[in-house]
């Protein structure tokens, strides 16, 4: 059974810092596109920060050159660096891998991590 757990969330003044951390676990043959979202309050949730299975990547507007979505070298991990932060950067992150297991190729998701910027 595949499982993601998240860490890294908490609160953070503007213009702070923090790197969310995802690791998967359990029989896992491949992992191809991994992202990262978020959800705030009332609002939809988003995509913040994607890597394709051919390893481009993308980036919301409101993020683009704040945050930086990478692989572990364990390849199970991926990260978000978040720079700069914002007010509106609240929400709750969550992680998304597309993985291949013996029986399925399927997306699982994080349980979520809050994050909370103060202004």
């Known amino acids: 059974q595949v499982q993601l757990v998240e860490s890294g969330g908490g609160l953070v003044q503007a213009g702070g810092s923090l790197r969310l951390s995802c690791a998967a676990s359990?029989?896992?043959?491949?992992?191809?596109?991994i992202g990262w979202y978020r959800q705030a309050p009332g609002k939809q949730r988003e995509l913040v920060a994607a890597?394709?299975?051919?390893?481009?990547?993308n980036y919301a507007d409101s993020v683009k050159g704040r945050f930086t979505i990478s692989r572990g070298n364990a390849k199970n991990t991926m990260y978000l660096q978040m720079n700069s932060l914002k007010p509106e950067d609240t929400a709750v992150y969550y992680c998304?891998?597309?993985?291949?297991?013996?029986?399925?190729?399927?997306?699982?998701w994080g349980q979520g991590t809050q994050v909370t910027v103060s202004s």
């Open positions: 359990g029989s896992i043959f491949s992992i191809n596109a």
């Open positions: 890597i394709r299975s051919d390893s481009s990547t």
């Open positions: 998304n891998m597309d993985i291949v297991t013996m029986t399925r190729n399927r997306d699982y």
